[in-house]
């Protein structure tokens, strides 16, 4: 069981004369993306002249207005959740910005009953502001974490007000 790398996409935002934007992502792999990091600069073989992107606004009214990379990775063997699990199930934590005024939504799916206040009763969808592993998960977002909602990063979740949570339920047809 591990994760294993996939695909590599180049994701291109082209804007048209009226401002609406497109989307395209086109696959690699990553020996070619490798090699584009380790022959020449991203820059030259991307950019540059006769790379991707010149090559793709030489065949397009609409102006590449963004480009992105990112990389799939897949379990290597079939693996399921645990007993009872549902990613239907979320638990919607809302976080105040850190130095700012937003309030930021964070969700986690299928989310493991211990991190509510209670097993039943009138607190059993609200996310248990104390639990260390929700501290710990949200502070990924926070000033010195790597993830961001929307560019911006919360306030410390191991100060109490910072944020709450409650459990909310997404329809599915599956079941």
């Not at 992107?53 to 693996?79: K, M, N, W």
Request: proline letters at 3%.
């Amino acid at each position: 069981m591990a994760l294993v790398q996939e695909k590599v996409f180049i994701n291109v935002t082209l804007t048209d004369a009226g401002g609406n934007k497109s989307g395209l992502s086109v696959e690699t792999n990553y020996a070619d993306m490798d090699a584009l990091n380790t022959a020449h600069t991203t820059n030259d073989e991307i950019f540059g002249a006769g790379g991707i992107i010149p090559d793709l606004e030489a065949v397009t009214d609409a102006t590449v207005t963004g480009v992105s990379f990112g990389v799939q990775y897949r379990e290597d063997s079939t693996l399921y959740g645990a007993a009872g699990s549902e990613v239907e199930r979320i638990a919607l934590v809302s976080a105040k910005e850190n130095g700012g005024i937003d309030n930021l939504s964070i969700r986690i799916p299928a989310p493991d009953v211990d991190i509510f206040l209670a097993a039943q009763g009138p607190d059993r969808n609200t996310v248990d502001q104390s639990d260390t592993d929700v501290q710990n998960w949200l502070a990924n977002y926070g000033a010195a974490g790597h993830l961001r909602v929307a560019g911006k990063a919360i306030a410390d979740p191991a100060v109490a007000g910072n944020w709450k949570g409650k459990q909310i339920h997404r329809g599915s047809r599956k079941g």
